[in-house]
């Protein structure tokens, strides 16, 4: 009589057990956003959470194959220009490498701390040591200051462009609300060139009246939008990237400015010009 109470007991110790179990695993699931839902069930959540602020997050999907060849390439013209300003300051070869370094992985470093994110060059060297090594070209090879041939402007621009995309990217992947992923965005795209003015004691493009910042808010808020509506992300990343660059591509061609509201905006002419 004993041993068949103790076999009942024991098996109403397990089932308890397992019935905590699934409890603690469903509650998991739900706190980190795990419950199962099918695509048409994801899609209806994106939209209803659109305005809320309350992050979907991506598919850790790669970057579109063009997407990824620019930003590349964006790096070394960042480095490359931030390597001429150091330049233009007479500093060392340590200089160069630093402002030259600093401008290309700066926006994306100051995102990931922002984020709370591993910073992702401490782990993946490889734009690292790209920017480090187009800085080092600079100070050996490069004499004159081409920051302001039109290769290097056009370059800057599709770089520009790369980054917005990249940065909102990266933040909706990590989970972050909306306004913030765009946000971060902006600053992935700027940042660098932001850090290299402050430490060269440079007046920053962004507040000369350049259509440059805004530019970048562009093409992250297109690549957060259409990928909220529910576009494919190699698609929404080409059209945001497009996006951005036509503003910015605008902004070159025409010589548009914008300054404060009590200015005008002026076409072809500096924002102090008459």
């Known amino acids: 009589m004993h041993e068949i109470l103790d076999e009942s007991e024991r098996r109403w110790h397990i089932h308890l057990t397992l019935r905590l179990v699934a409890t603690l695993t469903k509650k998991y699931r739900d706190l980190r956003g795990q419950a199962p839902c099918n695509p048409r069930q994801l899609q209806s959540m994106r939209q209803r959470n659109l305005w809320k602020g309350i992050a979907v997050t991506l598919s850790d999907q790669p970057l579109n194959m063009y997407v990824l060849a620019i930003i590349y390439a964006g790096d070394v013209v960042f480095a490359v220009s931030g390597a001429l300003t150091a330049g233009r300051h007479r500093m060392d070869i340590l200089g ?10 700066g926006g994306g470093t100051l995102r990931d701390l922002l984020l709370g994110r591993t910073v992702w060059w401490t782990q993946h060297p490889t734009e690292l040591l790209l920017c480090m090594a187009a800085a080092l070209a600079t100070y050996f090879f490069i004499k004159n200051d081409i920051a302001r041939q039109k290769a290097m402007i056009w370059s800057d621009a599709l770089g520009l462009a790369a980054f917005g995309v990249l940065g909102c990217h990266v933040a909706l992947t990590f989970g972050a609300p909306f306004v913030i992923a765009v946000f971060m965005g902006m600053v992935t795209a700027t940042g660098g060139g932001v850090i290299r003015d402050v430490l060269t004691q440079t007046r920053p493009m962004i507040m000369c009246g ?8 562009v093409g992250s808020l297109g690549y957060a939008a259409l990928v909220q509506f529910g576009l494919p992300q ?5 059209l945001a990237f497009l996006a951005a660059f036509s503003l910015r591509a605008a902004a070159i061609v025409f010589k548009i400015r914008v300054g404060p509201p009590a200015h005008s905006r002026r076409w072809g002419e500096e924002l102090g010009e008459r």
Do not use: H, N, P, R
Request: no cysteine; charged share 5%; net charge negative.
């Open 210 to 217: 350049e259509i440059y910042a805004s530019a970048a808010v």
């Open 234 to 238: 190699g698609v929404a990343q080409l």
């Open 96 to 105: 160069f490498v630093l402002i030259g370094t600093i401008t290309g992985i």
